[in-house]
């Protein structure tokens, strides 16, 4: 045994000090956050800097097979060749884009779906909309009359987007203002996100533990899975966020906007970088993708186009990919390799450019 004489009221005063020195600390590494996030990157000179290159990019291939308008589209992650594409006619359909064959067509209950995606392994898909409800398909080629194996029943407005973490996490967002992270195997919520004040238009994975979302509400934020309390919001939008993407590191992410321009957000300095818009165009941005590099931009726009852009220069770089869609650019995104470019359309079409 040991004699320990503890003096109750002199330990007290001492965690009081070592309190107060915390949070002066913490004070000034705030001001000093603000400090370094007060410039953006149009005032760092990158004159020096060499214009990116970039080939023409032409439409190789138009994949027609859907009779209704086409909101989302997932690649996947496991082959490069393989889309999945998701339409108002009430189908899903997972093409070989390259040869222009529809592998396997999935019939819905619902035909108002507005997200879609492969998993991590690309064996299953999902997709989700206006029923609240998030369905799970296996990837079965040349079979037409799938099954759902799971639904993932918690959300009280639409499905808007869904990204798979691994193969048995996934991420989705919602028109009842939350994202939900879910046990599939269990079919249960294991998170949920709940400080957007508006629909949660759109999320993108950041690493491991982190994702950005994007609403309504015009707010960008930043969250960590492990906590439910958001951990960075960041505003500058005028109007609707409609599309997040994260940029190649997982420190930055980009969004599209109603009111007509992509920002570049950045999570350690807490500040907006930069921002992309054409003098041109108000047109409202409906979809984003960013280079497997993070230096090219692609936005989708609802006047039928796609722009594309320098992230560090912020410069709109030629050719602006039109001409090709009838109806606004609902989607867009890069391949596993990030070597083609697939566009989806309210014309019920679907382009592959390169």
């Known amino acids: 045994m040991y004699d320990i004489d503890y003096d109750i009221d002199e330990l007290k005063a001492e965690i009081g000090q070592l309190e107060g020195q915390l949070n002066e600390l913490k004070k000034k590494a705030a001001e000093l956050r603000e400090e370094k996030a007060s410039g953006d990157m149009k005032s760092v000179d990158v004159g020096d800097l060499p214009?990116?290159?970039?080939?023409p990019m032409k439409m190789r291939n138009n994949l027609v097979g859907h009779f209704g308008k086409i909101y989302t589209i997932s690649w996947s992650p496991a082959l490069d060749t393989?889309?999945?594409?998701?339409?108002?006619?009430?189908?899903?359909?997972?093409w070989n884009a390259l040869r222009k064959l529809k592998n396997q067509i999935v019939r819905l209950d619902c035909q108002w779906v507005m997200a879609c995606s492969f998993s991590a392994n690309g064996n299953q898909i999902t997709c989700g909309g206006l029923d609240n409800s998030v369905s799970i398909f296996p990837v079965q080629p040349g079979k037409d009359d799938t099954q759902s194996t799971a639904a993932l029943n918690h959300h009280d407005g639409y499905i808007s987007c869904i990204r798979f973490i691994d193969?048995?996490?996934?991420?989705?967002?919602?028109?009842?203002?939350?994202?939900?992270?879910?046990?599939?195997?269990?079919?249960?919520?294991?998170?949920?996100?709940?400080?957007?004040?508006?629909d949660v238009m759109s999320v993108s994975i950041a690493g491991k533990d982190t994702f950005f979302s994007g609403g309504t509400d015009?707010?960008?934020?930043?969250?960590?899975?492990?906590?439910?309390?958001?951990?960075?919001?960041?505003?500058?939008?005028?109007a609707d966020i409609n599309s997040v993407v994260t940029v190649a590191d997982g420190n930055s992410v980009i969004t599209g906007s109603d009111d007509g321009s992509?920002?570049?957000?950045?999570?350690?300095?807490?500040?907006?970088?930069?921002?992309?818009?054409s003098n041109?165009?108000?047109?409202?941005?409906?979809?984003?993708?960013?280079?497997?590099?993070?230096?090219?931009?692609?936005?989708?726009?609802d006047d039928c186009t796609v722009q594309v852009y320098d992230v560090v220069k912020g410069e709109r770089i030629n050719p602006i990919l039109t001409g090709h869609h009838m109806n606004r650019v609902a989607c867009?995104?890069?391949?596993?390799?990030?070597?083609?470019?697939?566009?989806?359309?309210?014309?019920?079409?679907?382009?592959?450019w390169a």
């Open 51 to 55: 214009a990116i290159g970039i080939h």
């Open 280 to 301: 041109d165009s108000m047109h409202a941005v409906t979809s984003v993708e960013v280079s497997k590099t993070g230096r090219l931009l692609f936005a989708g726009y």
């Open 218 to 238: 015009n707010l960008c934020k930043f969250w960590d899975t492990r906590n439910p309390k958001c951990v960075r919001t960041f505003e500058g939008h005028e």
């Open 82 to 94: 393989s889309l999945l594409s998701a339409s108002q006619d009430g189908t899903m359909i997972v």
């Open 262 to 277: 992509c920002k570049l957000f950045d999570v350690r300095s807490w500040s907006q970088l930069n921002v992309y818009a």
């Open 167 to 198: 193969d048995s996490t996934v991420l989705t967002s919602s028109g009842d203002a939350t994202c939900i992270l879910w046990d599939l195997p269990h079919e249960t919520p294991k998170t949920i996100f709940a400080e957007h004040t508006g």
């Open 332 to 352: 867009l995104g890069l391949n596993k390799t990030g070597l083609a470019l697939a566009t989806g359309s309210w014309d019920d079409s679907m382009k592959i």
